[in-house]
Every structure is written in C-alpha cells, then in structure tokens.
C-alpha cells in the first residue's frame, strides 16, 4: 500500500504562472515530511521538513504547508531555473531506522 | 550545511566485475545511512539501510550477497555490486541521517550512474 502519493505526475508551466503541487500520504502518527528537489542526474537537493498540521514553511519562491493528510508546495511566480524533479517523504513510523517513504515525484517544467 | 560525498559520479564495468560506491559525511557523524536505487523518471527505492558497526538492513527483494554494505565509521558507508551485469545499471543514491540536525535530517549524496557493459 503506497504510503506517499504525488499529484500531478507533470507540470508545465508558464514563467510567472504560479501553482502547486500535491503531497497526500497515509501514515499515522507522522514523524516528518519531507520536500526535496532533485534534478536530472543529481541526487535531492533538502528543501523542507513539516512536522505538524497547520505548519508553513518558505524559501524563495517555494512554499510548503502540511495538514493531516497532505502537504503542499506552492511555487509562486516560477522561474525556469524552478524546473526539476520535486520528491515528498514521510519518515516511515514503523521503522526504527528512521526510513524514509518517497512519492513518485511530480516534475516541473517552467517555459520562459 | 550537511553535506555527503558520493564516488564515483559515474562509472562503466565489464559484465561480472565488482564496483565499489563510498559515501561520505564530511562535516557530521552518520550513525545511519541509506543506499537507494532509482531508474530513469522513477522515484527512489530504498534499498538497504547501514548502520556503524552492525550488519546492514535489506528491503525485501535486494539481494544482500549481491549488494554489499559495509558501514565501518561514523562518516563512511560503502556499496558494492558484485558481479555485476547489465541489469544492476542504474542510478545509485545514498543518504546520511545527521542526527544533531532536526530540519536537515537526510542528507544525500550526488549520485552514481553505474553502466554495466
């Protein structure tokens, strides 16, 4: 059962056209998610952690928010240089080795 | 901030050869770290997790006796594939957990693009 579910597979943006993307997950009593970005032959590059419904977290033109069941990236006025692979994570609460459960990754394309 | 260092960045063997991938924390101590698999316009796979001192944990389906780990530091965690054959190409990835960190708890390395010829 997938624990981490992305949406949309793809998005093509405008540059400046803003959007968001979708995190949803189905673990219980979660110990974190987590929001890379990764691009193309590269490994992910940290972007944010959430812990806890209701918290917000920025950095430039990325926004992350969680509630309890799905988290958000917001992306606002996108820059091509925005394009990449973004990945969320949950750390797996059944797991005593801190294992993280990744999502498909929603892939990002800014057209100038 | 935390960084890892993953080599080789890339590197091409003969069918049935051995190659071996180091992963390094350079500026904390990684009690755990995490090798992942990940093919192309694919997620990653978790494919074993490595812990100092102690006998590497394996996802079901990895072969532990193909995919050595050795975890013999605190900031050095080691990937082998044995024999390898065209199908073990791919893209490996490891993490390090930073545990004096909250927001920067997994930190991961460049990657290595193993081409099994």
């Known amino acids: 059962e997938d624990q981490v579910t992305q949406s949309p597979e793809a998005l093509r943006l405008q540059e400046g056209e803003s959007s968001s993307l979708n995190c949803s997950y189905t673990?219980?009593?979660?110990?974190?998610l987590f929001w890379y970005r990764q691009d193309p032959g590269k490994g992910p590059e940290f972007l944010f952690t959430?812990?806890?419904a209701g918290e917000e977290k920025e950095k430039e033109r990325l926004k992350a928010t969680l509630t309890k069941k799905e988290s958000f990236l917001h992306i606002t006025a996108p820059k091509p240089e925005d394009s990449a692979t973004y990945l969320c994570?949950?750390?797996?609460?059944?797991?005593?080795?801190?294992?993280?459960?990744f999502g498909a990754g929603t892939t990002v394309t800014v057209r100038a | 901030g935390a960084v890892v260092s993953q080599h080789p960045s890339w590197v091409i063997c003969k069918s049935g050869t051995s190659v071996k991938i180091e992963c390094r924390s350079l500026?904390?101590?990684?009690?755990?770290m995490f090798w992942y698999r990940q093919f192309p316009k694919q997620s990653l796979m978790l494919m074993a997790t490595?812990?100092?001192?102690?006998?590497?944990?394996?996802e079901q389906g990895v072969e532990k006796d193909k995919f050595l780990i050795n975890h013999a530091s605190l900031t050095l965690s080691t990937l082998t594939v044995t024999s390898a054959h065209p199908e073990d190409s791919s893209f490996y990835i490891c993490?390090?957990?930073?545990?004096?960190?909250?927001?920067?708890?997994?930190?991961f390395g460049s990657g290595t693009r193993l081409t099994v010829v």
């Open positions: 993490s390090a957990r930073n545990e004096d960190s909250v927001f920067y708890g997994y930190t």
């Open positions: 673990v219980s009593g979660l110990r974190g």
């Open positions: 959430l812990y806890s």
């Open positions: 994570a949950v750390r797996d609460p059944r797991s005593n080795d801190y294992k993280l459960s």
């Open positions: 500026d904390f101590q990684a009690t755990t």
């Open positions: 490595s812990n100092e001192g102690s006998k590497a944990t394996y």
